[in-house]
């Protein structure tokens, strides 16, 4: 899946969406990272805001829903096919691997979500953090609560060693680009996103099965 970030005039981070299937021409992303020599993904801590928590079984319906929102903002609804039950059972099944964090408005409602999961860097023999999706409700940009769910997971990777923390944004999104170096994100430029998917899943794993009984 794709992530795609954007801010406001205000260079929150307001809204990010989960992508997969590209539109011509205009889905070329590009891969960032946050690190440092020493593994510390120290640019963007700070002093933890109570606005964002870890998420919890009872914010499943919200954190869906803002993840459809995020397929309707880049006009791919009937891409995003994630079920409240789906959900549910990756964060909080027997042997979860995917996580996440909320940020909730004055009235303590969800109005943002980060969904993330672990990878790891057999150059540097330790995990990382890759963020999948990020998004805040429209009506609430603006008021930090993107850099502040971005500050949190920095914050999650100093807490348990990770020594990445790492997305993907598309090309055209300038001001998101922009916003990210400012916070220490390398671009690897040099490096392509590449997926196996749909039929070509399929068939690469049915030759595999063949060749298996041959």
Known sequence: MFLVLGTDSSTDLGTAAEQQDGRPGSRRATILLLSTSDGRTGTIVGVTDSRIRRIARAD?????ALVHELAAYEREPESCRL???QLSRALFGPDPKLFGHVATDADGAVAGVALWFLNFSTWR????????DLFVRPDQRGGGLGRALLTALAEECLAQGYER????VLDWNEPAIGFYR?????????WTVNRLTGE???ALGAAAATAGRG
Not at 60 to 64: I, L, R, Y
Not at 125 to 132: A, F, I, P, R, W
Not at 165 to 168: G, K, P, S
């Open 60 to 64: 499943v319906p919200a954190a869906v």
């Open 83 to 85: 079920t409240e039950e």
């Open 125 to 132: 023999g330790e995990h990382g953090l890759y963020l999948e």
């Open 165 to 168: 923390l790492e997305w993907v």
């Open 182 to 190: 400012s916070l220490g994100a390398v671009a690897m430029d040099d």
């Open 200 to 202: 070509a899943l399929q």
